[in-house]
């Protein structure tokens, strides 16, 4: 008889069976009492405090403009770091805190790992087929596990370090190029480079190789680069703030809305379009023989239980994030630059005590903190992403010592938590310095504009590497100057804030 199993005499797999069970039994008893004294808990924890809104729409008509993080942060300042507003029939409750964010990054992750989305956005990402989109499941691990592997990942971002060089080239020659064909006074359009080249990156490390145009079988036309920029970047960014007006008021849902689907239907249908034409190609490609350093070719061979619509998304999904906020970031910071000479002299001075002859590459980053600083400064000061994509609470938990029910939208507003006076001195100055205090270890993660927690920013590496050299590389061989002096620029556009006129500055070649 065994001891372990007591008097009976039960074979020993039964045993270790029934062992299991128990065990299993007694710590899911355990982990349900947990669940229900948490829930309990924070049942008699008090309830956020509200943004008073109207009957019916709540607090929709106070949002009518199209930058809510800012007016998240000027409510924050009545009613507190943590409240609630209703957006129709949806309440949602708000942070602008960098503690309570920590709190739902972190602690709290396990109730907030989920994600209700727009109409618009269960369109266009293909029903949560992204890493950045979907709830927080077995898909998700995958793909990012994928995506780490493959492409952002510090192995992955060295083998493909030529690729980041190639831009940089790119971009130098074609600033160069502006130069010697405009006239003295003439503004560059850094966006326009700028975006084009991170384009070009994107395709090199998706697809392998950059594209000029292609013939799209489904659409049974010839699209050039600057269309295909449109299908794959622009619209579907501008799609993604649409707002369908049932979305508040999901009991309307049967009230048709045509033109918005429409619009919305004929954007995925045309990336679909381009994305299969491009994914054809490629598999031509490698067909014949040809292997390149690219994700589409990992995927192909190392990812094949994805579905075809998964491969799409996911050579898609970093198309797509590659192209737009490192260009934000970069674009804001020599934005400051120009506007603040001695700080942009104080740079070139560092560069040329580092590089000296020798152009800025990534191995001197380590002996340049002033351009880190003055990347991690304009993410606080510009957060790209003000407002974490919306989490949403599956079951009830605490926040900043509030209970939050399940069913509960949650903003986590970056902006305001980077504008927090108990956190920052003079939130509203962009100050690189406050990041370069002496015997002071830096916490760069302080901004959260990477968001934080398990769904961290898959890509900040690549983002930092990029921006960074591309900050030094501009500074090293131009100086920039605002024509307009005065130029303030604070408006922003788009899904993340994206100066609202892009910027326009004069340079100068430093030799
Ligand atoms: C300055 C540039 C960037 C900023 C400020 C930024 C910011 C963010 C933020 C705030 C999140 C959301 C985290 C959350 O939902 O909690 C995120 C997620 C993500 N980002 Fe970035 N990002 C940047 C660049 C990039 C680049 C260049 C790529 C890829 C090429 C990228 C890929 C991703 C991915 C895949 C996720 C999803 C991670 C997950 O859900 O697990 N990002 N990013």
Redesign the pocket.
């Known amino acids: 008889m065994d001891a372990l199993t007591g008097m009976l005499p039960i074979p020993p797999a039964t045993a270790l069976a029934i062992g299991g069970t128990a065990i299993a039994l007694a710590v899911a008893i355990s982990f349900w009492f947990l669940r229900s004294y948490t829930s309990g808990e924070s049942n008699r924890l008090p309830r956020v405090p509200e943004v008073p809104g109207v009957p019916v729409l709540g607090n929709l008509l106070q949002l009518k403009e199209k930058k809510p993080y800012m007016t998240f942060t000027r409510w924050a300042e009545t009613y507190g770091p943590i409240y609630s507003i209703r957006t129709g029939a949806t309440s949602m409750v708000v942070v602008s805190s960098n503690e309570i964010a920590k709190e739902a990054?972190v602690t709290r992750f396990e109730s907030i790992s989920t994600r209700n989305l727009s109409k618009a956005l269960k369109i266009l990402t293909d029903d949560k087929t992204?890493?950045?989109?979907?709830d927080?499941n077995d898909y998700?691990k995958t793909v990012?596990r994928h995506?780490l592997t493959a492409?952002?990942g510090p192995n992955a971002q060295k083998k493909h370090r030529i690729q980041r060089d190639i831009m940089m080239e790119n971009l130098s020659n074609r600033l160069h190029a502006f130069v010697k064909t405009s006239t003295e006074q003439e503004e560059v359009d850094l966006r326009e480079i700028f975006q084009s080249e991170l384009f070009g990156l994107?395709m090199r490390?998706t697809m392998g190789k950059d594209v000029e145009s292609i013939y799209v079988e489904d659409l049974k036309i010839t699209m050039k680069r600057d269309e295909i920029f449109q299908v794959l970047v622009v619209d579907p960014m501008m799609g993604a703030i649409d707002v369908d007006w049932r979305d508040f008021f999901p009991y309307l849902k049967w009230v048709p809305n045509k033109k918005f689907e429409n619009t919305i239907q004929q954007m995925y249908i045309r990336r679909e379009a381009v994305m299969k034409a491009l994914i054809k190609q490629h598999k031509e490609r490698i067909a014949s023989g040809e292997k390149l350093n690219s994700y589409i070719d990992y995927l192909l061979s190392e990812a094949q239980s994805l579905t075809d619509r998964q491969l799409l998304m996911s050579v898609w999904?970093?198309?797509i994030?590659?192209s737009?906020?490192?260009m934000?970031?970069t674009e804001w910071a020599i934005y400051e630059l120009a506007k603040n000479p001695h700080i942009q002299d104080r740079l070139y001075r560092d560069i040329q005590s580092v590089c000296g002859s020798d152009i800025i590459k990534e191995e001197h980053l380590s002996q340049l903190p002033f351009i880190t600083a003055i990347f991690h400064e304009t993410?606080r000061r510009h957060?790209?992403?003000p407002i974490?994509?919306l989490?949403y609470v599956h079951e009830d938990t605490v926040l900043g010592g509030y209970h939050v029910p399940a069913g509960t939208e949650l903003a986590?507003n970056?902006y305001g938590c980077n504008m927090e006076k108990s956190v920052w001195e003079n939130p509203e100055e962009w100050n690189p310095e406050r990041f370069m205090k002496e015997n002071e270890t830096i916490d760069f993660q302080k901004t959260?504009?990477?968001?934080?927690?398990?769904?961290?920013?898959?890509?900040?590496l690549?983002?930092?590497l990029?921006?960074c050299v591309g900050i030094g590389r501009m500074v090293q061989e131009f100086k920039w100057e605002l024509k307009n002096k005065a130029q303030e620029e604070v408006n922003t556009i788009g899904l993340?804030t994206q100066m609202l006129r892009p910027l326009r500055a004069i340079i100068k070649p430093r030799n």
């Not at 992204?130 to 979907?134: D, H, L, P, R, T």
């Not at 968001?451 to 890509?459: E, L, P, T």
């Open positions: 990054f992204m890493v950045a989109m979907s927080y998700h990012k995506i492409m952002l994107a490390q999904e970093p198309i994030e590659s737009d906020t490192t934000v970031t993410l957060s790209p992403v974490i994509p989490r986590i970056i959260m504009a990477f968001g934080g927690g398990k769904r961290v920013c898959a890509g900040s690549q983002a930092m990029i921006s993340t």
